[in-house]
């Protein structure tokens, strides 16, 4: 069983920066594609970007592609979401999850966790 934390969010001003973590349990995580997400109140959740397993090919969302960047901690057992020049529409709760196909957005397993909130103000 693997399960994915996500970690690193919190308050900051417009044009700041935050790195998101989400770390894992469970060896499947490294031969895994693993993809964040983010779902703001009343909005859809939202693809923001994923990477695969062992060559680390990486794929954006159009939402946050120069804003963000994703990436493998293999020492550490997790995959970063770099965040920079966030802007108050960034607000939203970022989640981390497993995926079949980093280019398909609903491939993501439907076991989705507490996720992290990124809040971002005037």
């Known amino acids: 069983q693997v399960q994915l934390v996500e970690s690193g969010g919190g308050l900051v001003q417009a044009g700041g920066s935050l790195r998101l973590s989400c770390t894992a349990s469970g060896r499947a995580f490294s031969t895994s594609s693993v993809g964040w997400f983010r779902q703001a109140p009343g909005k859809e959740r939202e693809f923001v970007a994923a990477i695969t397993a062992v060559k680390q090919k990486t794929f954006y969302g159009d939402s946050m592609r120069d804003r963000s960047i994703i990436s493998r901690d293999n020492d550490n057992n997790a995959v970063d979401l770099q965040l920079d020049r966030l802007e108050p529409e960034d607000t939203a709760i970022y989640y981390c999850?497993?995926?079949?196909?980093?280019?398909?957005?609903?491939?993501?397993?439907?076991?989705w966790g507490q996720g992290t909130q990124v809040t971002v103000s005037s």
């Open positions: 999850n497993r995926m079949t196909s980093i280019y398909v957005a609903s491939s993501a397993l439907d076991d």
